[in-house]
């Protein structure tokens, strides 16, 4: 019995050009072997791709189980080439995909949290991603982008999908004071929500001007550089009672402990590696606060589809820093120095 896996050889495109990262810090742009099963996965030419925190984790060796050697980039958007059957409709169409590929069958999968599931196959993150010409895909997780999103507003939809995922783990209400810790790419997507949803105050913390600026224009009622300020007079006496961390940085950590209202809520969504963080527990239960995870985005794609289309936010600031996929190295330093004004590093293969 096949249990409906094609036992067929896997399909051979041959070689592709992609970053090949073997181990950390030692990647190179290069050809590697492309093949996918023709039965059960689609061939994706890859549009866009962009750079993410995560990926500047990956590549310094940060990211517990990376499968060396393999091809990263999991926000991409791209031009379905090859579908199996029953998915030829898809041939043509730029799509993203739902990167937790699960199995839909644990404990997690059926309760609601596919990204708590064992066996998820995600390109970028398990396995071969989008820093690459081309990418496969199980189809039935490639949603299509509606025809007025170009490729690049396309390859915010998966970070944009963690945002509504961190809003829907720790919903926003007109009444909620919102601190933001970290206003990169996830951490201004979320301020962007949070407005949407009728926050009463909205502040924002980052180490670097532009991005407060940026914040600024988009929905921060106030701005602050704990570089720059005392937090403790910036902040005020109106504690926030919605936080969210979203630099993964020990000091992000203590201060949303330290600044949230008593009874109030921290959702957790910077990712912070293997680093260890000494915190006042007894603030979180002195403080009664609430701690919330957010992994992945989960089950979010479509209505971060439907928020673009419509245009309920502004995806502009984040689309001004594209490169040719053999720039990755300029590309990936202008993310990781934080150069340029750069809210996100494209790559255009
Ligand atoms: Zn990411
Ligand atoms: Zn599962």
């Not at 980039?73 to 590929?101: F, M, R, T």
């Not at 309760?111 to 398990?126: A, D, F, K, Q, T």
């Not at 957790?268 to 609430?290: F, N």
Request: net charge neutral; hydrophobic share 40%; with cysteine.
């Amino acid at each position: 019995v096949t249990q409906g896996l094609s036992i067929e050889k896997p399909l051979n495109l041959g070689m592709i050009d992609a970053i090949l990262l073997r181990g950390p810090n030692d990647h190179s742009f290069t050809k590697v072997p492309f093949s996918w099963n023709k039965n059960r996965e689609a061939v994706i030419r890859v549009k866009c791709s962009g750079i993410c925190g995560t990926d500047l984790k990956i590549f310094k060796g940060l990211m517990g189980d990376a499968p060396f050697p393999f091809v990263p980039g999991h926000e991409w958007s791209g031009l379905v080439e090859q579908a199996p059957a029953g998915y030829e409709h898809l041939i043509g169409k730029l799509v993203v995909l739902d990167n937790l590929q699960c199995c839909k069958l644990c404990v997690y999968c059926q309760s609601g949290y596919p990204n708590l599931c064992n066996s998820l196959v995600e390109p970028g993150i398990s396995t071969n991603g989008a820093f690459a010409t081309h990418v496969k895909a199980f189809p039935e997780h490639l949603h299509v982008v509606p025809d007025h999103l170009s490729a690049e507003e396309a390859c915010m939809l998966e970070p944009l999908a963690v945002a509504v995922y961190a809003l829907r783990r720790l919903p926003v209400h007109y009444e909620d004071r919102v601190l933001i810790i970290g206003g990169g790419t996830i951490g201004l997507l979320i301020g962007q929500l949070a407005r949407l949803s009728g926050a009463k105050e909205i502040i924002l913390l980052d180490h670097h001007h532009y991005r407060l600026e940026i914040g600024q224009s988009l929905f921060a009622d106030r701005t602050c550089n704990p570089l720059k300020v005392d937090l403790d007079k910036a902040i005020g006496s109106e504690l926030p009672n919605k936080v969210f961390e979203v630099t993964g940085s020990s000091e992000g950590f203590q201060n949303s402990v330290k600044y949230a209202k008593p009874g109030g809520s921290i959702a957790v969504v910077g990712y912070a590696g293997p680093k260890q963080t000494s915190i006042s527990t007894a603030d979180i239960m002195c403080k009664l606060l609430t701690l919330i995870g957010v992994l992945s985005p989960t089950n979010s794609l479509g209505e971060a589809i439907d928020i673009a289309v419509n245009r309920r936010i502004d995806l502009s600031v984040y689309l001004d820093h594209t490169y040719p996929l053999k720039d990755f190295d300029k590309a990936f330093k202008i993310a990781e120095k934080r150069l340029n004004g750069c809210l996100k590093a494209m790559l255009i293969p």
